[in-house]
């Protein structure tokens, strides 16, 4: 497994996304990832499903040392009150100590910055996590916020596949020495899969388009990727992508179609994104 040396953070460049997971799918689908090799997972507080996660971390078996935990605090919740309440409720509710990761789920032009960020950081000194991060930050953002914080941020996750370029954000994320991980990887298993480039190098490399295209962003230093699926014959399948690797021409190939630029995840409180 890579992992991403990230300002003092090691985080597995494999998680496994756990949005709309529910309930006992949940328990299991989080315990099976983990039994077939995931040591990644991400919540959020949004998702409704930290108890379900810690849960299912519990019946995995395996050590909760050796799983990096990831979750956020909601964008409605940002102020320093709030973030307070929100950060500890989730440490509560996954109910297996502190999270590896915290982030701030998306940015909030009505909350100054500032106090977020030191919110954040507080959330740091108090032991809830072990590192911080934030996410759906453009690059100016991430500028603002990484010279606004005392501990460094660990990462920017944001949206990234092979239709969509991230150039600034990849830039902004070297420049402070922190991860970049890709939500929504596989393209919420879309168009993306079906795209003539990715079906034919699938086709030739006898791998699944989802494998292509995860190894893709994998091959990308600082780049982690966090699939999600509710089909447990899949877990593995999207695992499975460090035993090859793409040519030259086939990662330039994927790399030309980010220009597309298609973004899946464009809620009203999204930020003004960067263009490139
Ligand atoms: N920070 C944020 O604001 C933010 C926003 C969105 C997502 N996220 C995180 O990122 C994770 C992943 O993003 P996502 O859930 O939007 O999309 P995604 O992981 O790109 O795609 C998930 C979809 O792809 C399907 N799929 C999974 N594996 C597949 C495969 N091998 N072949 C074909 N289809 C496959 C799944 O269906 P089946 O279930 O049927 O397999 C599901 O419908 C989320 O779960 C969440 O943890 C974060």
Known sequence: MKIIEANGARIPALGLGTYTLKDETCVRLVAQGIEDGYRHIDTAR????????????????????????TTKVWWTDLSAEAFADSARAAVDAIGLGPVDLLLIHWPNRDVPLEETIEALNAALEQGLTRAIGVANFTAPMLDEAAALSPAPLACNQVEYHPFLSQESILGACRRHGMAMIAYSPIGQGGELLAHPVIAGIAATRGRT?????????LEQDIVGAIPRTSNPARLKENLDVFDFELTEEEHKAITALTTKRQRLVDPAFAPNWDRI
């Open 209 to 217: 388009p989802a494998q292509i295209v995860l190894r893709w962003e």
């Open 46 to 69: 949004m998702y409704g499903n930290e108890a379900e996660v810690g849960k299912g971390i519990a019946a995995s078996g395996i050590d909760r040392g050796e799983i990096f935990l």
